[in-house]
């Protein structure tokens, strides 16, 4: 006779630590007496904005349910603050959800929405292993040639694909394909130092092409707003690509000189590539079609402002258009709506939402002046404000695990600092090129998602990624203030 099942008592749903930490600071800004000249809206948008920061920091709940809940908290917060303009009248529900949801009106939203769209048919068609795969069959067998094709793949797919997770995802099992084709073993230095170049590089790059990252294009979309310009992606790239290249080739040296590979060369790896080239047969009618489709998008976003008058998500959509038309197109809604990351599409709306609204409650300017009068910025150069504020976002950016977050939460506010700082210089151009610093996911795997594609697959460890991050960081952003100084001051962008 079997003695019956018994069930084990299911632990009690615990609510997240982080969660509790985030409601509570929430409610300690509320508490706060409130300034004279700050809108009670704005006071109420501060503390929201903590709320977010604590929220994004701790990951207590998922980004798709953060974002949720600050629709929310708007919607209550604001929906019963009295308005900027008269006093006597409160926003209302109406008008706070409204507000709560204008990122989703945004041309830099739709741009992103678009760019995962062509994420999604590279990966549906294939297009992108393609790519990846003969770039490395140009490359020969030396471990310092297998690392530069590691970086030539970066470069290609960051001009072609416009999401870095989708990249890294498309990377690293071709990456481990080749490591297992070479017969190294997967805790070598030559198969760690390959996945760190692709996690670095990623990031690197990340910073000279426009449109290869979410926090570019919402970077772009804050520029917008609260700016009313924005950086066609030509100039993006003539002011970020010289930099990627410098660090490309820094990233290259210290991986070779931190973790020195095993061997200089491996035999019969070239052959092995070539090999999965030809397992995946000739180049296919979508595959082509595609790939033109690319090229134009790409001489289109490098053209804007120049030979047409087409912003960056006008042309993206046309080239959309042609992606889906019926016996031309490559893909149909079906073959795409299960590729796309939806939950990415509601952060980066609610996130420009949330800058939106420390703009239009005057927080953000609140808040803002605040920062220039109490750390004396209004009395340096630009170049010194410059070095201050990337200084702040490189340690800021240790706490964030998406820097879409980082830029929702603390873009806006520096753009009202670049705002009341007085003298002579861009704000557009400075702005920008915070916009470069917020890549800076070096040093931790967690602070950035192509890092933890890579380090899922168990070539190194976070130490390891740390000793070359480091460096990177602080290699990099000293080059940074040297290019502060020389080439971008020369483009007028200082």
């Not at 990252?213 to 924005?230: I, P, S, Y």
């Not at 990627?244 to 790896?269: F, H, N, Q, R, Y």
């Not at 889906?324 to 952060?347: A, E, N």
């Not at 340690?395 to 603390?410: K, M, Q, R, V, Y």
């Amino acid at each position: 006779m079997t003695k019956p099942e018994t069930t084990a008592p299911t632990a009690k749903a615990v609510l997240p630590i982080g969660l509790l930490i985030a409601v509570l600071a929430m409610v300690a800004v509320l508490l706060l007496p409130l300034p004279a000249d700050l809108p009670v809206a704005g006071h109420r948008m501060l503390a929201i904005l903590a709320f977010a920061v604590v929220v994004w920091i701790s990951e207590a709940v998922s980004y798709e349910a953060s974002a949720i809940m600050i629709t929310a908290l708007m919607a209550f917060l604001i929906g019963t603050a009295p308005t900027l303009q008269d006093p006597s009248q409160l926003y209302g529900s109406s008008a706070a959800i409204g507000l709560a949801l204008t990122g989703f009106s945004n041309s830099a939203l739709a741009l992103v929405a678009g760019a995962l769209f062509i994420a999604a048919a590279m990966t549906h068609t294939g297009l992108d292993r393609r790519i990846a795969l003969v770039t490395l069959t140009r490359v020969g067998t030396s471990t310092r040639r297998i690392l530069i094709g590691a970086i030539a793949v970066t470069i290609l797919l960051s001009l072609l694909v416009p999401s870095a997770t989708a990249r890294s995802a498309c990377v690293v099992p071709i990456m481990m394909g080749v490591i297992a084709a070479f017969g190294v073993d997967k805790r070598s230095n030559i198969a760690a130092g390959l996945m760190i170049v692709v996690a670095q590089g990623t990031s690197i790059w990340n910073v000279g092409i426009q449109t290869a990252a979410a926090q570019n294009l919402l970077t772009v979309g804050f520029m917008d707003k609260m700016l009313g310009q924005r950086v066609a992606w030509l100039d993006w790239l003539i002011a970020g690509a010289p930099w990627a290249v410098i660090m490309s080739l820094v990233l290259l040296w210290l991986v070779l000189k931190l973790l020195p590979p095993e061997t200089d060369s491996i035999p019969g790896g070239k052959e092995a590539v070539a090999q999965s080239l030809a397992d995946i047969g000739p180049m296919t009618g979508p595959q082509k079609r595609l790939l033109t489709v690319s090229v134009l998008l790409l001489l289109a976003w490098s053209t804007e402002g120049k030979l047409h008058p087409f912003d960056t998500t006008t042309t993206t959509y046309a080239g959309l258009v042609i992606l889906l038309l019926p016996r031309i197109g490559i893909m149909t809604w079906k073959d795409v709506q299960s590729r796309i990351p939806w939950g990415t599409v509601i952060v980066f709306g609610v996130g420009i939402s949330l800058g939106s609204a420390l703009l239009s409650t005057q927080a953000g300017q609140w808040l803002g002046s605040q920062v220039v009068a109490h750390t004396g910025l209004d009395q340096v150069g630009p170049l010194a404000v410059f070095a201050i504020l990337a200084a702040f976002l490189i340690l800021i950016h240790l706490g964030f695990a998406s820097a879409t977050a980082l830029t929702s939460a603390l873009l806006p506010i520096l753009i009202a600092v670049l705002q009341t700082l007085p003298g002579e210089f861009s704000r557009l151009g400075m702005t920008m090129l915070l916009g470069f610093v917020v890549s800076y996911g070096f040093i931790l795997p967690i602070n950035a998602p192509q890092n933890m594609v890579c380090l899922g697959t168990e070539t190194f460890n976070a130490r390891q990624f740390a000793k070359v991050g480091l460096l990177v960081t602080l290699i990099g952003y000293l080059l940074m203030l040297v290019f502060a100084m020389t080439w971008w001051k020369w483009l007028g962008w200082m």
